[in-house]
């Protein structure tokens, strides 16, 4: 019997969550996937559970391979995505950033975060809010917070601050502070 040569083993993508929250243009997220899939991530969605209302799970678990997570796993229970190198918050609103600032852990999505630092995983926010929230005093003292736990905040300008016009979503932009993948 001829022994068959050893193939190589293709090296192993990084892996990127995607956490979702709750806003109208959640249901875009699958331009960030792609353009992350594109620069050869795997990608894992973690929904708030008002953030999975605002989105198509089903073409989302179809795009990534994974189960979109957003509860707690029980004791016992495999877990559905592999760790995390690398972790791009978008959209990300209001009540989510001041809560992850807070350290408030009331969430799966918000306690993947709050661990996030712990572990050292590079983490991107892509805040997403209209003027008014982005007016309340929480809210800069939350991302300046953030920002001294080494989270990189992108440059989104809220809603309603200089015109009627709604003004573009720039997904690729947490690929672009996170850059470049690990591994690559």
């Known amino acids: 019997m001829t022994e068959q040569p050893e193939q190589p083993v293709p090296p192993k993508k990084p892996f990127l969550y995607v956490v979702v929250c709750a806003s ?100 991107a926010a892509l805040p997403y809010l209209n003027a008014a929230q982005a007016a309340h005093p929480a809210y800069p003292r939350s991302l300046e917070r953030l920002r001294e736990m080494g989270v990189l905040i992108g440059s989104h300008r809220p809603r309603g601050t200089e015109s009627d016009d709604e003004p573009d979503f720039h997904w690729e932009e947490a690929l672009e502070l996170l850059a470049p993948a690990p591994g690559t």
Do not use: H
């Open 24 to 123: 109208q243009i959640a249901g875009e997220v699958g331009k960030l996937i792609t353009a992350a899939q594109e620069q050869r991530w795997e990608v894992g969605v973690v929904a708030t559970p008002q953030g999975l209302r605002f989105i198509d799970d089903k073409a989302v678990e179809v795009q990534t391979g994974y189960p979109i997570r957003s509860a707690w796993r029980l004791p016992g229970e495999p877990r559905p995505l592999p760790p995390a190198d690398a972790i791009a918050v978008a959209p990300a609103t209001f009540n989510t950033i001041n809560k992850w600032a807070a350290g408030v852990s009331d969430t799966l999505a918000l306690g993947i975060l709050c661990e996030a630092y712990g572990s050292g995983i590079p983490t």
